[in-house]
Every structure is written in C-alpha cells, then in structure tokens.
C-alpha cells in the first residue's frame, strides 16, 4: 500500500472545467463503475488528488483454486459472453448487453463486441432507459487477479 499525492494542472482555458477519470491499467475505463475514480476539476482551479494504492497478487498456486472460491479471475479467464479475456468493466458490460438483448433485443451502438448483434434504434434506446439499462447489477463482477513475477 501506498500514497500517491497528484497535482494536475491541465492546459486548457481558465473558464474551462476538465474531468479526470482513473482507473486501473489492466481494465478499461466504465462509466459508473465503482473501481473508477471520476474527478472534476473546475474552470481556473489546480486539481489535487489524493490516492490510496493498493495491489493485490497471489501466488501461482492460487490459481488452481476455483474463482469462485478465491473471488478474482485471471484476464485469460473469462466467463464472458462477448468478450474472450476478463475484467471486471469488460463483466459489467458483458451484463449491460446480455439486459439490452433481453429487455429490448438489441445492443447499444456504442459497444463494438459482438458485431453480429442487431444494433438498438431510436425506439430500442427508449427502450432501454425504460429499463433502466444504466443500472445493471454488476455485483458479482469479481477483481482481476494477478500472479506474482
């Protein structure tokens, strides 16, 4: 564990607001999801963030326990649907299309897996803020797990 005490100052106008999104390197950014720090900094102002960074790794027999009982998948573990490695933004989105197919059978545009999955129209999108798409359970999306090197 360690502090990690960042100043940005970003180049931009000083009536210019700028948003800071982190996240951890081996996942990709997802709007919403709890893993993800979202900072806003506002127009004229140095943002400062003040991070707790925590790693965690196993050893390389940990990976013969199953996950489910070690609560991590390692990234070539995926149990996903539509993506072919694991994370835990790439299980959340997985769940999002999966609801999107079954409430309004089809796929946001925005997402480019699965290609072969008919793309939502303007009624379909209705459709999915109806059911409050944003709002997918994605509790059960386990951490990235990493041996240690």
């Known amino acids: 564990m360690s502090i990690c005490i960042t100043k940005l100052y970003p180049e931009y106008p ?6 800071v999104y982190l996240h951890n ?14 900072l806003t900094a506002t127009p004229g102002r140095v943002l400062t963030a003040d991070l707790e960074i925590n790693t965690f790794s196993a050893e390389d027999e940990v990976r ?5 009982y070690r609560k991590c998948r390692y990234p070539d573990e995926s ?3 539509y993506f072919k490695t694991y994370s835990t933004a790439l299980c959340c989105m997985d769940r999002r299309i999966r609801k999107a197919l079954e409430h309004c059978q089809c796929k ?16 379909q999108l209705l459709c999915l803020l109806r059911n409050n798409w944003t709002q ?3 509790t059960g999306c386990v951490q990235l797990s990493f041996s240690l090197q």
């Open 64 to 68: 013969n326990l199953p996950a489910e």
């Open 136 to 138: 997918t359970n994605c």
């Open 25 to 38: 390197p081996f996942d990709v950014v997802s709007p919403g999801h709890i893993t993800n720090v979202y």
């Open 79 to 81: 149990n996903l649907n």
């Open 108 to 123: 946001p545009h925005f997402y480019a897996a699965a290609p072969e999955l008919p793309i939502c129209n303007v009624d």
């Open 14 to 19: 000083d009536n210019a607001g700028v948003s």
